[in-house]
């Protein structure tokens, strides 16, 4: 660990190695690999799992029972949901070793992944996204995008302060925050 004021609940395993910004709370039973990089601030919590090739931003919160596998990247300011779910091998089997085969995952500055919702790997959710509890993502998500059902579908747009936007096309303001967008049915862009 490099950072200073990390807290480690004792519970918990950090491997040798693993790169920890100052900050950062590790809570009861989590394993952090040797290769992870974890950045300022974050929270992970109860039974988290975070691989080796594993890169995770600043302002992380990880909520209890998620496991972070290799291939896969947090940047700043992510929110993943308790029990949701990562994977990075699109076809596993047992007798068959496809580590050579993971597919990368990148989830975008600001982007929500709620409650036991499944991400398969090979896809980058945009900047401030939200995929909504229980949805399952089986492509890549705009920015702005609010994602939900089983394959996830576009139901509409969300500002960064976290508020549904209007469905609306054309220039608005977030009623809640007053940030201005650009929205289309194809992007939602910010103009503030």
């Keep these: 660990m ?4 990390v807290v480690v ?3 918990a395993i950090v491997d040798e190695g693993a790169q920890i910004g100052a900050g950062t709370r590790i809570w009861h039973w989590a394993h952090i690999c040797g290769g992870a990089r974890i950045g300022k601030g974050c929270s992970l919590g109860q039974n988290v799992f975070v691989g080796n090739d594993v890169e995770i931003g600043n302002n992380v919160k990880v ?10 990247t947090l940047e700043n300011d992510v929110f993943c949901g308790p029990s949701m779910v990562f994977t990075n091998v699109l076809n596993p089997r047992s007798h068959v070793s496809r580590k050579h085969e993971y597919r ?9 992944i709620g409650a ?22 089986v492509d890549n998500v ?19 302060c976290g508020e549904r936007l209007s469905e ?24 503030s």
């Design 2 to 5: 490099n950072g200073r004021d």
């Design 9 to 11: 609940h004792e519970t």
């Design 63 to 72: 909520q209890n029972n998620v496991s972070i596998y290799d291939a896969v």
């Design 104 to 112: 990368r995952t990148i989830v975008k500055c600001g982007a929500t």
């Design 116 to 137: 036991n919702a499944t991400v398969v790997c090979g896809h980058t959710i945009g900047e401030y996204a939200f995929i909504g509890a229980g949805a399952v993502v």
């Design 142 to 160: 705009p920015p702005y995008a609010m994602m939900l059902g089983v394959p996830a579908r576009r139901a509409g747009w969300m500002c960064q």
């Design 168 to 191: 609306v096309t054309g220039e608005q303001t977030c009623a809640a925050c007053g940030t201005h967008y650009e929205t289309t049915l194809a992007e939602c862009r910010c103009l």
